[in-house]
């Protein structure tokens, strides 16, 4: 499964509610402190800390549970959304079922 933009920003947010902190890296950025999910997920997500890595690979372990079969398309900009988000990554507008 090839990963997507929208993916990263899931796992972001399923990272940020378990308390880790990272960010998202396009292929041309460099740093970061755990090297994370490189192989598993593109774009690259990172954590900030080198002790959330292993809660974040856990957490990402249940995100590949998670039925991707499922998205919401915004209305606004057509980008393909997780069902989880009530905001489009891309745009910031609401999302309807
Ligand atoms: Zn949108």
Redesign the pocket.
Known sequence: MAGTLAEAHLMLQLLGESGVRGKILNQYSQGGVGDLAATEVLPEVWVYRDDDETLARKVIKSYHRVDLEKVRV?K????SNPTTFEL?W????ALEE
Do not use: A, D, K, P
Not at 90 to 93: E, K, L
């Open positions: 915004c606004s900009c057509g980008e489009c891309q745009c910031s507008g």
